[in-house]
């Protein structure tokens, strides 16, 4: 895939140093499918998931699906370039350095070291401008805890939780969950897809259910259980901002985890959700004040709770939701009159 003089030249990042790079690799092959290659020319950067190397890969997008680029020809190591006129990258080549300037960067990666804000720092730091969340807002909004803290602050309601160091003493931790109740959930702070989360009946699950979630960050949450349903929102935009119609989440049992969120065996998701106008307009107008707050930027998905009661509970952001044409998040925007291809398109013309 060669770059062309009159297009605009938009990195996507796609993989990663994550347990959710597979999800990455189906996102991506959908958004740069979707590209108007009249307009743009995607810098297609691979990241390795065993030792985090970029690569510029040039080859057939279907190797990206199945998760077989990294062997073919067409991938070259290459290396941000600490330039800021270059504002782009580097390579080497037949043993001549070559550079690419980048007119934007869309970050197509899930979960840490993509999502949570390390690699927008560096895109920040090198001059190259982000089609997504900043820096500071994707560490907050993968931070469950700080992300908490702050709506909560904000008037917006969010469930009761505990925040564990690895030093934390069980006996405590025990007495903390009884103040919580059973049954509760256990998280890392930082994760994606629902990975290392428990939800636990009993205190004889909670100490594994601690292990597990250490597992995947270095501090963990426990977090009341809220007794309703989740439902989603997808909010497209900086300044003129667009909401998809609100999603629900039915389970039959257990929760959202990641099993059920990439097969759907047990669990269903219903677009618009089956809840009132009235309710819809809360959970949009919640879900609004939840973007502004954490200082989200061109694309984000809110995942709110309702319950029986109609109260609304903050659950979490997903700066970088899935993004395939079956994902919740273009779902929503369809379900309110924008095609998947138009929201890839409208995300890239929001830097010209």
Not at 155 to 167: C, E, M, P, Q
Not at 193 to 208: D, N, T, Y
Not at 275 to 301: H, M, N, P, W
């Amino acid at each position: 895939m060669t770059a062309s003089n009159t297009t605009k030249k938009i990195a996507v990042f796609f993989g990663g140093c994550s347990t959710e790079y597979e999800v990455s690799l189906q996102s991506a092959c959908a958004i740069i499918s979707s590209i108007d290659a009249s307009r743009y020319t995607p810098i297609l950067i691979g990241i390795s998931q065993a030792d985090g190397a970029w690569y510029y890969y040039r080859g057939d997008i279907a190797h990206i699906a199945n998760g077989s680029w990294q062997s073919d020809e067409n991938c070259t190591p290459v290396f941000p370039s600490t330039d800021r006129s270059i504002h782009g990258v580097c390579y080497l080549e037949n043993g001549r350095l070559n550079t690419i300037s980048l007119d934007a960067a869309l970050p197509v990666l899930h979960g840490k070291n993509g999502e949570d804000g390390t690699l927008q720092g560096l895109l920040e730091l090198i001059g190259v401008r982000i089609i997504g969340c900043g820096s500071l807002s994707s560490a907050l909004c993968m931070d469950k805890a700080l992300a908490h803290r702050i709506v909560s602050m904000n008037g917006i309601k969010s469930a009761r939780s505990i925040v564990l160091h690895r030093d934390f003493s069980p006996e405590e931790t025990a007495g903390y969950a009884m103040e919580l109740g059973y049954p509760l959930f256990v998280k890392p702070v930082r994760s994606g897809s629902s990975f290392g989360i428990s939800k636990i009946r009993c205190e004889a699950e909670l100490l594994p259910a601690i292990q597990t979630a250490f597992e995947h960050d270095s501090t963990v949450i426990l977090e009341e259980m809220i007794d309703g349903f989740e439902v989603g929102c997808a909010i497209l935009g900086t300044k003129d901002l667009i909401i998809g119609e609100v999603d629900e989440i039915e389970l039959s049992d257990g929760f959202f985890d990641y099993t059920e969120k990439y097969t759907l065996k047990t669990s269903s998701i219903h677009v618009p959700a089956r809840i009132t106008t009235e309710q819809a307009d809360k959970i949009k107008k919640t879900a609004l004040a939840v973007y502004r707050l954490l200082g989200c930027s061109y694309f984000a998905r809110v995942d709110l709770f309702l319950t029986p009661k109609g109260e609304i509970y903050f659950n979490e952001v997903n700066t970088i939701p899935g993004f395939t044409a079956h994902s919740r998040y273009p779902n929503m925007l369809k379900a309110a009159g924008l095609p998947f291809e138009e929201v890839v398109n409208r995300l890239l013309r929001m830097e010209e």
